[in-house]
């Protein structure tokens, strides 16, 4: 490919990606609002928020739990979140000894308490041990928040009252995962307003 064409093929991606944010904000700032409700009522009742995902959902999730239990965008108190797709050892040894579906529903298991809350993400909607968690949080008691994209798959499905799912519906895992990070920053952002509004930028 020359490189006027590779030039116009990233300018292409970037309009994509900003008119699918424009697209989906409507669709996606009530259920964003929502979240950030549910999280900041956990968190100020002493809760935590546990996050999953794979691959690129799992570096998001471990950067959500990042944003909380350090900062944001302004000075206030650490906040509890854990993210489930860091600690090597518990993953491969859930996934050597019994399957890797489990490695994180296993965590909710042992981790997860009563209204706290999971952050499952999945860019196709089908990921089995997303899906696996989402099981074990409801049998805890847990609220969940699913971040989703195209149309949902068998987590949107399965998703009951009182859950929140955000749903890019985009064929694109990169543009889906894009929105991903978008709608995480303003659930960080309607946590701090909401927590911490004298501090909060």
């Known amino acids: 490919m020359e490189p006027n064409e590779l030039l116009d093929r990233i300018t292409a991606r970037f309009e994509e990606s900003a008119r699918l ?9 009530a259920p964003i609002l929502a979240a950030g409700r ?9 809760g935590r928020v546990l996050a999953c995902g794979n691959g690129g959902s799992a ?6 739990a990042a944003e909380l239990l350090n900062r944001f ?3 206030r108190p650490p906040l509890a979140a854990i993210a489930l797709t860091t600690d090597s050892s518990t993953l491969t040894s859930i996934a050597n000894d019994y ?25 196709s909607g089908n990921s089995p041990n997303v899906a696996a968690a989402i099981e074990a949080a409801r ?8 971040l989703t994209g195209r ?25 889906v995962q894009e929105v991903h990070i978008l709608a995480l920053h303003c659930i960080c952002d309607a946590i701090d307003q909401i927590m911490f509004p004298k501090e909060a930028p």
């Open 139 to 146: 049998a805890a008691g847990m609220r969940v928040v699913a």
């Open 73 to 75: 965008e302004c000075e």
């Open 59 to 64: 570096a998001d999730a471990q950067h959500f």
């Open 151 to 175: 149309d949902g798959g068998s987590i949107g499905r399965s998703l009951c009252d009182g859950d929140i799912e955000l749903r890019v519906p985009h064929a694109s895992t990169a543009h």
């Open 99 to 123: 399957d890797y579906r489990l490695v994180f529903s296993k965590q909710v298991q042992a981790l997860g308490r009563k209204d706290d809350v999971l952050l499952a993400i999945s860019t």
């Open 21 to 29: 944010k424009r697209e989906v904000a409507p669709m996606l700032a």
């Open 38 to 46: 549910m999280m900041a009522a956990t968190l100020v009742a002493g």
